[in-house]
Nanobody, 123 residues
Framework: QVQLVESGGGLVPAGGSLKLSCVAS????????MGWFRQAPGKEREVVAI????????YYTDSVKGRFAISRDNAKNTGDLQMSSLKPEDTAVYYC????????????????WGQGTQVTVSS
């Protein structure tokens, strides 16, 4: 079992930066892929970035490539999403997810979820 708690959301002007953090409880965090997803009002939850067990492999959805960076520290049971050059279309609730034993971008494949943190980018 893994419990996830996100932090770091907020209101930022377009072009600004934010760093989201995810703290995991449970000793099995390092056994799973970790991902960040987001959900805007009226839209489906979508993948933002995925990172492999050791952090050696990452995936980004096209709209955030070059602007966002995902990382993890298994010794501390934490994961981060550094977001820069933010755009109004990045506005959403951002979720940390874990519990997938293989690479996948499907939200339904991740067993553990945080409560979400709101990111609002003003134009």
């Amino acid at each position: 079992q893994v419990q996830l708690v996100e932090s770091g959301g907020g209101l930022v002007p377009a072009g600004g930066s934010l760093k989201l953090s995810c703290v995991a409880s449970g000793r099995t965090f390092s056994n799973y892929y970790m991902g960040w997803f987001r959900q805007a009002p009226g839209k489906e939850r979508e993948v933002v970035a995925i990172i492999a067990f050791s952090g050696g492999a990452t995936y980004y959805t096209d709209s955030v490539k070059g602007r966002f960076a995902i990382s993890r520290d298994n010794a501390k049971n934490t994961g981060d999403l550094q977001m820069s050059s933010l755009k109004p279309e990045d506005t959403a609730v951002y979720y940390c997810a874990s519990g997938a034993s293989y690479f996948t971008t499907r939200a339904t494949d991740y067993r553990y979820w945080g409560q979400g943190t709101q990111v609002t980018v003003s134009s």
